[in-house]
């Protein structure tokens, strides 16, 4: 993932543009403006079952119960949900997809509501179109892709639940500012970008495609997920109160904090990540916080985790972090503190680390490791805390 700036915003004043990777999105596209406006005779009732793109906006203006049903939204039409009304239940039906979209601003699917209902009917498909952008390069560079393909912000024990999502073009669900609220049984199914294609140049097609980036959250439970992607499975920021459980991540860079960031207000605490699984991966679970980051992380804990097949660090906690390289040299503006590893049992391949710790000068404390035994790694591990080094 590009590491996160998100600025403390106040909670509740979320709602009208969210700040994702130092840029500042609208939450209302283009698309909305040009929605075709209800032109209702009065003894029409508006539909709340939408079959085309353009009934979905009268229908979040009339509905409490929606039915997006088979949609195509055409080029540069995004399915805005963001002012739904309190309780109202929205559902996936048929296979949902998007027209080619060449631009980086766009964002597919915008999801916004208090005490709402977010869900997929069974045997349902959103097909985010990914090999009509892939090109190796993801978000750093290359042709434009549509990032953060649903932009989740949900409150008030809102649920999102039972999605099957593929092929999204980079990055993949972005809950940021969301309260109060459960994420569960999604299925995130980007394998299709593994393989090479004819412009990556020998790279896996997709790339920078985080699985679920979470972000100025506060009591979220995200559970019961499956990922199969080329980046972050989870990564959470600037949160609170956040309980990842049962997580099956493939292909990705593990389960993740990006702890820090630029200015004040970047503090992370009172996470879990539990009964979950990464394998096929480059890192298995991971605490990066950037070189010269300020902000905290306190109180997190990975429990009952099983890491296969890691091709980089089995678990990583390392304070030099920038997007596109490491410094090397820890910085020590973010407090790392109260990190608990109960039950991991790892193995890694031969040119892995077992483990990395790099922590600043006093940044961090109180780490402990029980029941933790990661194996395979032929790079001895390094870890410069606790005193004692690495948990082998
Ligand atoms: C998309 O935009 C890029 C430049 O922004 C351009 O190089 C490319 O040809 C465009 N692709 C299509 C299909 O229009
Ligand atoms: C929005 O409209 C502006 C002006 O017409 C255009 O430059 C921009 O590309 C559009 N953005 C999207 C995402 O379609
Ligand atoms: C959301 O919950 C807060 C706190 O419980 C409450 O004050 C607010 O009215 C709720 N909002 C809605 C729209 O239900
Ligand atoms: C949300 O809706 C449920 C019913 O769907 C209700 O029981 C609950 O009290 C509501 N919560 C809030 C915070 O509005
Ligand atoms: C979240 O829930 C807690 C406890 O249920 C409640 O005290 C708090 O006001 C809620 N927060 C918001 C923003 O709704
Ligand atoms: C994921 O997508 C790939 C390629 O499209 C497909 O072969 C595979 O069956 C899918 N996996 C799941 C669990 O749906
Ligand atoms: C690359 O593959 C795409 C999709 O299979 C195809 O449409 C395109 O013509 C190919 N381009 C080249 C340069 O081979
Ligand atoms: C986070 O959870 C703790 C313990 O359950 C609770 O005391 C605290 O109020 C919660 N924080 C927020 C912001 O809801
Ligand atoms: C493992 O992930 C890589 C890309 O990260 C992919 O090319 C490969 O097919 C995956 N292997 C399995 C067994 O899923
Ligand atoms: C991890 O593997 C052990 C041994 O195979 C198994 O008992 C345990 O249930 C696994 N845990 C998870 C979260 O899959
Ligand atoms: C770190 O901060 C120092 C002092 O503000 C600055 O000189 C340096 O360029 C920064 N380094 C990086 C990599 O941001
Ligand atoms: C670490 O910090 C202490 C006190 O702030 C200082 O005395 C020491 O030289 C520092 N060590 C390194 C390696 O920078």
């Not at 394998?191 to 699985?211: E, F, K, Q, V």
């Not at 980089?312 to 410094?327: A, C, E, P, R, V």
């Not at 035994?373 to 790079?379: L, P, R």
Request: glycine content about 12%.
């Amino acid at each position: 993932m590009l590491f996160s700036n998100i600025p403390k915003l106040a909670l509740l004043g979320y709602l009208t543009a969210q700040r994702v990777s130092g840029e500042v999105v609208p939450l209302d596209s283009n698309a909305t403006s040009i929605a075709s406006p209800p032109a209702l005779a009065s003894t029409t009732a508006t539909p709340c079952i939408c079959t085309e793109w353009s009934q979905i906006s009268p229908a979040v203006a009339e509905c409490t119960s929606i039915t997006l049903d088979n949609i195509q939204a055409p080029a540069s039409s995004a399915i805005i949900l963001t002012k739904l009304k309190t309780g109202t239940s929205v559902t996936f039906s048929g296979t949902t997809t998007f027209g080619f979209t060449n631009s980086s601003q766009f964002r597919p699917i915008q999801i916004a509501g208090n005490n709402v209902t977010i869900q997929g009917a069974p045997g349902s498909i959103i097909d985010g179109g990914g090999p009509q952008y892939w090109d190796g390069l993801g978000s750093n560079g290359g042709l434009p892709k549509p990032g953060q393909f649903m932009k989740v912000q949900i409150t008030n024990n809102s649920i999102l639940k039972d999605l099957y999502i593929q092929n999204y073009p980079s990055h993949g669900i972005n809950l940021a500012g969301v309260i109060n609220s459960t994420v569960q049984n999604i299925v995130l199914n980007n394998s299709l970008g593994d393989a090479p294609n004819n412009i990556s140049n020998g790279l896996s097609a997709a790339h920078n495609s985080d699985g679920f980036n979470v972000g100025n959250s506060v009591n979220l439970l995200l559970k019961d997920c499956k990922v199969w992607n080329q980046d972050d499975c989870v990564v959470v920021s600037d949160s609170s109160n956040v309980t990842v459980r049962n997580v099956f991540c493939s292909g990705s860079h593990g389960l993740s904090i990006a702890g820090g960031g630029t200015g004040p207000g970047h503090d992370i605490e009172n996470i879990i990540f539990e009964d979950s699984v990464v394998t096929n991966s480059t890192n298995g679970l991971r605490i990066k916080t950037d070189f010269n980051a300020t902000g905290s992380v306190v109180n997190v804990m990975f429990s009952n985790i099983n890491l296969s097949n890691i091709k980089n660090y089995g678990i990583d906690i390392q304070q030099d972090y920038l997007n596109g390289g490491s410094t090397g040299i820890p910085s020590n503006g973010v407090h790392v503190a109260d990190i608990r590893f109960l039950n991991v049992k790892g193995l890694v391949v031969p040119a892995a680390m077992n483990y990395y710790i790099l922590c600043g000068n006093g940044s961090c404390e109180n780490f402990i490791f029980e029941g933790v035994d990661i194996q395979g790694g032929g790079d001895t591990s390094s870890c410069n805390y606790p005193e004692g080094g690495c948990p082998e």
